[in-house]
């Protein structure tokens, strides 16, 4: 049963959905979008019934304090399984612990300074007010199971799993990757063009070191393929024409067809 306290907590609708700050970096938006939509094929997979969310960007209200937004993260991107994406037929402003109760799966931050803020580990006991370090929320707090911290600078990502409620480093596999298991992916940098820039980008792989495409990728690639298949129909086609009829037709094969 639901208490009364529980009862009367803000929801998302009456919480912030912003703290006022910039996008740091122009790569963030097309990074997000990158993950998301190279894994959606999975998470469909994964729940048929469309029962998940991804926030971007997003707040995470863990707490409450005053003002509201001292009791929130807002990773770069989040992903929790087996909630609605949606509330009372409106698009989430945010994502509140106290009303949902599951926690993201994983949540990923990209790093545009020094990547201090991304490992703080500072607790509430120790900082000021609403001064808590990111590490020690996903970690103490909210309880991540899979935290990456992403440095395109340094082309590389430290992938964090919790396990006996404290975060270990995460070895790469041999493919350099780091397995995100209960997805049945792998997180890792590849190195390429996407949105027009040449970066090293946090992508997914399956699990058999497959890279994950964008639905831009998959419509290229199989452009490329319905184009191999004319050529070759082609080639074939430009064959038979230099068969005689007699040919043709002990190959079962009407030479009207060819015309």
Partial sequence: MTSLSALTLPDHTQLPDSDGKFVKNLQEHPQSILI???????????????????????G????????????AEAPDWFYVPNVPPTLDGKMRRSYVLWKEYIAPLIVLEFVSGDGTEERDKTPPSQGEAGNVGKFWVYEQAIRVPYYGIYEVAKAQVEVYHLVDNAYQIMAPNDRGHYPIAPLGVELGIWQGLYQNAELPWLR???EQGNLLLTGEERAIIEQQRAEVERKKRETIVEKLRNLSPEQLNALGIDPEMLE
């Fill in 204 to 206: 997914w792989w399956d």
């Fill in 60 to 71: 995470i209200y863990w707490r409450l304090t005053d003002p509201p937004e001292q009791g």
């Fill in 36 to 58: 998301t939509d190279s894994i959606k094929p999975v998470l469909e997979q994964l729940h048929p019934d469309g029962q998940y969310c991804i926030g971007q960007d997003s």
